[in-house]
């Protein structure tokens, strides 16, 4: 059937309209396309170009040289060596285990090292490289290099590790580094990204730790080109890293060397101060360690050894460990006595061996007593006795006050670990923190530095150079940082008399250089080089009546734990002095045995830059000394390895 003119006109017209909305349909959709591809490739260009350039170009950390530490002569005590490692970048692996046993099969890899690494992968950020080996040799080095093709992800690198070359002679002083921890982490604000790095090494303890902002330095970045496997092509630029500041300390390299040998054997430490100054010259602490063994990563069987030894080798006995600072505390009382008027240096007290003070005796060191004691000869002798009485007529108080007067029961600030405060008790301190009013015992055992009293070698020795000086000397570890120097320790006039303190210096010289002075047997010949001190002996145990009634024990008769301390403080050269120090004996018995022989040896030593010149010691020593000075172990600047000049 043939269609009409007029069906045929309006299927035209229905295909026309048709055509014109599919048409108009597919303009609009072509235009929106060259709409939207406008937006990406010119409105967008620059984000997906940097998206392009991210896929190709990596961008990395580069670690600071650790800044290195000087003595105050520009000897270095801890610097920084060479260091082979291997380092992975998950993001640049595809099978990480794969790698990791390619990468065992080229250098030596315990079970251990492998899990670790693979502890480390799995804890750090794709983006972060992590050290799968370090400390290799040249050769394991080379072998990875040879091989990188095959190894995606991985980079053989050549970093720093910090190194101490004077070993254990300032490890309580310097301390030590090692690898940052999850402990670590937790505790430290700092957002620096070099923390993130795996084993990147910071300060653990020591100047190591308290000087980190300064040591660390700022970590510079590199920008390498990568292909579609991760393996780098090509570095396109970096900035570098900025090095860690320079640090000179105050200690003498040579006298910390010979403090250290002197005390091997004991379980001591002593302090030696610039009394001008305040300059710390050494800080001695026995038994010390070699730090080192940290920095490589300490084995369990060494570790065990450090903390299982009685005398405590990890312990900075100088400036963390707190004792009864026994007799050397009497010259506190004195001063406290003469200022407040109660006594003059002339006026005598009888000893007859003890003071019975509410219904209590209070035994003086001399069973028998010494009879009439003046200031001079209490010094001297070191009667306990004089010192009870002296402490019924000054307070607690008023001797309270004198000791931090004089630096005692203060926390210094000095770059070092677990800086201890002591103890200078006050009637409001034992009310608060014992619970019990003060009772008149208290003073007296306070009086001569039993009791509640708890002081530190480090407090002991400013002590001595407020004596040696009546200035208010502070100690100062810190000498430089980048060449610039910080302030002085010399201090303000402590504003004591000169006639008191000249008392003090008086009777101080009687202990070290007169006959029936506690420490007469290790006085210095030398009169140019003589010494003024103090002994002391601190029990550490209590003595029943019975025990009076048939005899004290001899320390020397009793377990190591319960013997005394030995004690002893002093300045010298007597007429202008220059340094103090303080030796702290644990359990050593008797201070004018047992720590003053070390204090004379180590006084000598600062005094002369070396060795004690025999011609120093009484010619009826000389022998022994002699024998005993030879077998020291004591360091030969001339030696290979000896410590490189900061020049």
């Keep these: 059937m043939r269609r009409s003119a007029k069906d045929t006109e309006e299927s035209a017209a229905l295909i026309n309209r048709r055509g014109l909305v599919m048409g108009g349909g597919m303009a609009a959709f072509a235009g929106l396309l060259g709409l939207r591809m406008r937006h990406l490739q010119v409105d967008q260009a620059d984000q997906f170009r940097l998206l392009a350039e991210e896929n190709r170009i990596s961008i990395r950390l580069l670690p600071p040289a650790r800044g290195q530490i000087f003595d105050r002569n520009g000897l270095l005590i801890a610097g920084n060596e060479q260091n082979y490692r291997v ?8 099978d990480p285990e794969e790698v990791l046993h390619a990468l065992a099969r080229l250098i030596p890899m315990t079970s251990e090292d492998m899990e670790h690494a693979r502890e480390e992968l799995r804890k750090r950020s794709r983006l972060v490289p992590v ?6 040799s040249w050769e394991d080095l080379s072998q990875v290099a040879v091989n990188a093709p095959a190894l995606p992800g991985i980079t053989p690198e050549v970093g720093l590790s910090r190194l101490y070359p004077r070993g254990a002679d300032f490890a309580h002083i310097v301390g030590y580094v090692g690898p940052v921890s999850d402990y670590d982490l937790s505790r430290i604000e700092d957002k620096d990204p070099l923390l993130q790095i795996p084993k990147f090494q910071i300060g653990k303890t020591g100047s190591e730790n308290k000087l980190e902002h300064e040591l660390r330095g700022k970590a510079g970045t590199k920008r390498v080109e990568v292909n579609a496997i991760g393996r780098v092509m090509r570095e396109l630029g970096r900035d570098e890293s900025k090095k860690g500041g320079n640090v000179q300390l105050t200690v003498d390299t040579r006298l910390q060397n010979f403090v250290q040998a002197r005390l091997a054997g004991e379980s001591a430490a002593a302090v030696v101060i610039d009394v001008n100054t305040g300059d710390l010259m050494a800080i001695g602490s026995a038994p010390a360690f070699d730090p080192n063994l940290f920095v490589r990563g300490i084995s369990v069987k060494d570790y065990g050894a450090l903390t299982e030894n009685k005398y405590r080798p990890l312990a900075n006995k100088a400036v963390q460990g707190t004792y009864p600072p026994g007799s050397t505390f ?8 003469l200022e407040a008027g109660e006594i003059t240096a002339d006026e005598t007290i009888w000893c007859g061996g003890y003071a019975e003070v509410a219904s209590r005796r209070f035994h003086c060191w001399k069973r028998g007593g010494h009879g009439y004691m003046n ?5 001297k002798q070191s009667c306990d006795v004089y010192y009870y009485d002296l402490a019924q007529r000054v307070g607690i108080e008023k001797i309270s006050a004198m000791a931090r007067r004089l630096g005692l ?10 800086v201890a405060s002591g103890l200078i008790p006050t ?9 019990n009013d003060w009772v008149i015992g208290d003073s007296l055992n306070a009086a001569i530095g039993q009791g509640l009293v708890l002081t530190s070698p480090l407090q002991l020795a400013v002590m001595t150079a407020r004596l040696a000086t009546n200035r208010a000397v502070t100690p100062r570890l810190l000498k430089s940082i980048n060449g610039v120097e910080t302030p002085s320790g010399a201090g303000e006039p402590l504003g004591l008399s000169s006639s008191m303190i000249s008392h003090i210096q008086d009777g101080m010289f009687a202990v070290a250089n007169e006959n029936r002075g506690t ?3 290790t006085r ?5 080089l003589r010494m003024a001190g103090k002994t002391g002996t601190s029990q550490v145990r209590n003595i029943t009546k019975a025990e009076r009634a048939r005899g004290v024990f001899r320390n020397e008769d009793l377990p190591w734990e319960r013997r005394d301390h030995a004690l002893y403080v002093g300045f010298a050269p007597v007429d202008a002095p220059k340094y103090a120090i303080s030796v702290v004996v644990e359990h050593g018995g008797g201070g004018s045995t047992a720590a003053a022989p070390i204090a004379r040896d180590i006084m000598l030593a600062a005094q002369t830059g070396g060795v004690p010149p025999l011609s120093a010691y009484p010619s009826s020593q000389r022998g022994r000394i002699s024998s005993g000075l030879k077998k020291l172990q004591l360091w030969d600047p001339d030696a290979p390895g000896a410590p490189e000049s900061q020049a």
Excluded: C, H, Q
């Design 131 to 136: 050290t799968i080996a370090d400390r290799l």
């Design 427 to 435: 009637k409001a301190w034992k009310r608060e923190n014992r619970g």
């Design 87 to 94: 380092t992975m970048l998950r993001d640049e692996v595809d």
């Design 524 to 528: 210095i010949d030398d009169k140019a």
């Design 330 to 337: 009497k010259m506190v009382t004195a001063l406290a006595a």
């Design 409 to 418: 029961g203060e926390r210094y600030d000095v770059p070092m670990s677990a």
């Design 375 to 379: 200031l001079r000869n209490s010094l």
């Design 519 to 521: 420490a007469y047997a």
